[in-house]
């Protein structure tokens, strides 16, 4: 008789647990977003499979496209009024998806949302600049060069060079294996690192066009290859030209990656969240 009672606590339990973890096949699943106030000093990034944007809330980033290192101290102006405002006194909110990553900024006539993208399947970051403002506003984007393999490896001999024809900053090496490109279909060149005996900078900075009033989308492409500057070149220009699909068909990845793993369906809405978060 115990061991019946046994057996049957041992399959109630069982079923139980079943009807708690489903394998989910019909494709739905929970809508993932966190959005809050900014904290300057925390870690923020957006990754793919490929490429990854590492910083904090500040704005202030590092790009790379592995196995490679393409730039480091990344950061913004707004240039509105005769005056030039740091982007990170102007953090509000923050809110990233599974697919993206995106801080608020606000100033008193003008907010720029920008959002970090890495595409799943694409070797390469979109840095997405919404813009709204009353008063003529243009954005300027500074970066140091830091073209390097992943440690302990290292590349040698570097350099970085104005490209017209694509709107960006070419950064290549003595062999021509690897190949980065940063820049903007709208960019036009702002300023280039240079070291002399008298002085240096290691800043270099892209314009992206004013917006004259209301709003408008600005974008900043990154992209690298290991297979020579045409491969970088392709990758540039399809992430320049079609941005908005990479965005929809990594959003779809996630998804479709929630929707076909074991899954738990839980009580309460934030332990939802916060499992389906971890899953990623």
């Not at 290859?225 to 399809?238: I, K, L, M, N």
Request: proline share 4%; net charge negative; aromatic share 12%.
């Amino acid at each position: 008789m115990n061991g019946f009672l046994k057996h049957r606590r041992c399959v109630g339990i069982l079923v139980f647990l079943l009807t708690l973890c489903s394998v989910a096949t019909s494709g739905q699943s929970h809508d993932l977003e966190l959005s809050r106030d900014a904290r300057p000093w925390e870690f923020f990034c957006a990754v793919g499979t490929r490429a990854g944007l590492f910083g904090n809330e500040s704005g202030n980033f590092e790009a790379w496209v592995y196995p490679l290192k393409i730039f480091r101290n990344f950061h913004l102006r707004f240039l509105t009024d005769g005056r030039s405002i740091p982007a990170e006194t102007l953090v509000r909110t923050v809110t990233v998806r599974p697919e993206s990553s995106a801080i608020l900024y606000a100033g008193d006539t003008f907010s720029v949302k920008e959002t970090l993208l890495v595409p799943v399947r694409e070797s390469g970051a979109v840095i997405v600049l919404e813009v709204e403002t009353v008063h003529p506003l243009e954005i300027e984007a500074i970066f140091e060069r830091d073209f390097q393999l992943e440690w302990p490896a290292a590349l040698g001999g570097t350099y970085s060079d104005w490209d017209a024809g694509v709107h960006a900053f070419y950064f290549g090496e003595e062999q021509r294996k690897y190949a980065a490109f940063v820049g903007s279909p709208t960019a036009v060149f702002s300023a280039q690192e240079y070291q002399t005996n008298y002085s240096d900078s290691p800043a270099s900075a892209l314009r992206l066009g004013p917006t004259l009033k209301g709003k408008e989308t600005k974008i900043i492409a990154v992209a690298a290859s290991v297979s020579g500057r045409d491969d970088a070149e392709a990758s540039y220009r399809r992430l320049s030209a079609d941005y908005s699909a990479e965005a929809k068909d990594s959003a779809k990845y996630y998804r479709d990656f929630l929707a076909r793993t074991v899954s738990v369906e839980l009580p309460d809405a934030q332990l939802q969240q916060a499992y389906d978060w971890a899953r990623i």
